[in-house]
């Protein structure tokens, strides 16, 4: 099995900053694209931003020019860095990967979800 163990949530003032971790672990045989979701209160679940095992990136109107997507291959860990927070920011955030596991001399494509962690941005 593969778990995704996301870490970073919290309260942040607007303009404050954040920085959210994911790490997977597991029967990994390699992990593909990564990203990261979030769902406001009462609305509907969102891309945030996702990157690529080569580090291309794509970013959701609303965080272009504030929030920053990266990872560690090695680590197997993807990270948002939140900037300029504001209070539409307020949401569960999610980490997601695409994960190609080894099983039974099988490789299997997965979609992965984490648990999810609140982020709340105060005005």
């Known amino acids: 099995q593969v778990h995704l163990m996301e870490s970073g949530g919290g309260l942040v003032q607007a303009g404050g900053s954040l920085r959210l971790s994911c790490a997977a672990s597991?029967?990994?045989?390699?992990?593909?694209?990564m990203g990261w979701y979030r769902q406001p209160p009462g609305k509907q679940r969102e891309l945030v931003a996702d990157?690529?095992?080569?580090?291309?990136?794509r970013y959701a109107e609303s965080v272009k020019g504030r929030f920053t997507i990266s990872r560690d291959n090695a680590k197997n860990t993807v990270y948002l860095e939140m900037n300029t927070a504001k209070p539409e920011d307020t949401a569960v955030y999610y980490c997601?990967?695409?994960?190609?596991?080894?099983?039974?001399?099988?490789?299997?494509?997965?979609?992965?979800w984490g648990q999810g962690t609140l982020v709340t941005v105060s005005s």
């Open positions: 990157i690529t095992s080569g580090l291309s990136t």
């Open positions: 997601n990967a695409d994960v190609s596991v080894l099983s039974l001399d099988i490789l299997r494509s997965l979609e992965i």
């Open positions: 597991g029967n990994i045989f390699s992990l593909n694209t």
